[in-house]
């Protein structure tokens, strides 16, 4: 069973009863769900997902204090943690997992904070140019169970789309990426019999290639060992996966080396026509670098637009 499913059933069996039987002034105000850190919260678990921190249970989101008070809060904490221990043959882990408690009594404000910095959802230009990208991409996967007054959604909506300006310029760093470690420098170290640079060049141009799938998507990376699960999830570029798979996995020598910068050049066209078909690039070349700096000059805040183009990688 997927760890969303086991949470709502274990939220609907022994969450909403209690609530409803100890909490009943507090229906309205708290909301219930499971997300965050995990794949189960992104419906990617698997048996493998189980042998580490993985257990049953739910989140419970409380809005400020001037709502739910820090009293009722312990309330809800002891509240919860009597909740049964064992359900459908899965336990509730008796240690934190790494990272601390990822389910039980959360404030929804420290929730935020902890993922992208900003416990009202607001962010400046700054902070969505370094907040990592995988706390967005969690604030929009999970579920939510219950939340009646919508407080939670609000604040889950507010970072729900990257704006374009921020999105441009972290797509202008990539290509940039892009074209220095592929098109430019990975034959190059094959050729001068450096393997371990080959392997690293390949290595940074399936990193930005990926982040590019992502943002000419309009959509947040995950967690890099997610990130080829999450790209096949996307509308366009999910057939790169395999390729862009190659480029890692296979040697940097001979013919295959070639193979591969062929591959880069041939990735390298997909994504400027992609570029074109947004309108967000005046070049007309096959060189990435001079798509990178066009897509940067279609950024509309100057002071975003001025900052060095690889500020938002």
Same mark, same amino acid.
């Given at each position: ?22 909490? $009943?002034?507090?229906? +309205? ?19 493998? !997902? ?15 204090? +001037? ?16 909740? $049964?221990?064992?359900?459908? @043959? ?5 240690? #934190? $997992?790494? @990272? ?18 900003? !416990?009202?959802?607001?962010? &400046? ?22 939340? *009646?007054?919508?407080?939670?959604? &609000? ?16 797509? =202008? ?10 098109? /430019? *420098? ?15 060049? =390949? ?8 982040? &590019?799938?992502?943002?000419? *998507?309009?959509?947040?990376? $995950?967690? /890099? ?35 591969? /910068? &062929?591959?880069?050049?041939?990735? =390298? ?9 947004? @309108?967000?690039?005046?070049? !007309?070349?096959?060189? %990435? ?6 897509? *940067?000059?279609?950024?509309? +805040?100057?002071?975003?637009? #001025? %900052? ?6």
């Amino acid at each position: 069973m997927k760890g969303l499913e086991l949470s709502k059933k274990y939220f609907e069996t022994y969450g909403r009863p209690m609530l409803a039987a100890d909490f $009943p002034e507090l229906s +309205d105000k708290i909301a219930a769900g499971l997300m965050g850190s995990g794949s189960e919260c992104f419906g990617y678990d698997d048996e493998i !997902s189980q042998d580490h921190d993985f257990e049953i249970g739910f989140c419970l989101f409380l809005p400020g204090e +001037d709502v739910i008070d820090r009293q009722c809060a312990f309330r809800l904490e002891r509240a919860y943690a009597k909740l $049964p221990g064992e359900f459908m @043959g899965f336990r509730k882990s008796a240690l #934190n $997992p790494v @990272g601390g408690s990822r389910h039980g009594v959360i404030r929804a404000a420290d929730f935020l904070k902890d993922k992208i910095g900003a !416990s009202d959802g607001y962010l &400046t230009a700054h902070q969505w140019l370094t907040a990592p990208e995988q706390g967005f991409f969690e604030l929009q996967k999970g579920r939510l169970f219950q939340d *009646n007054s919508g407080f939670m959604q &609000t604040l889950l909506d507010r970072t729900a789309g990257m704006p374009e300006d921020i999105r441009l310029k972290k797509l =202008a760093g990539e290509l940039l990426m892009m074209a220095q470690a592929g098109q /430019y *420098n990975y034959l190059r170290c094959v050729r001068r019999g450096d393997s371990g640079a080959a392997a690293l060049a =390949a290595a940074e141009y399936v990193k930005a290639a990926l982040h &590019t799938c992502f943002l000419l *998507n309009g959509a947040f990376m $995950p967690y /890099y060992k997610w990130q080829f699960r999450a790209l096949a999830d996307l509308p366009s570029f999910g057939e790169l996966a395999e390729p862009l798979a190659f480029l890692i996995s296979s040697e940097n020598a001979g013919n295959t080396a070639e193979e591969k /910068y &062929t591959l880069i050049e041939d990735l =390298a066209g997909v994504f400027i026509a992609e570029l074109m078909d947004q @309108g967000i690039t005046k070049a !007309s070349c096959g060189d %990435l670098e001079k798509h990178a700096y066009s897509v *940067n000059d279609h950024i509309q +805040d100057g002071e975003i637009r #001025n %900052l060095h183009i690889l500020a938002g990688i």
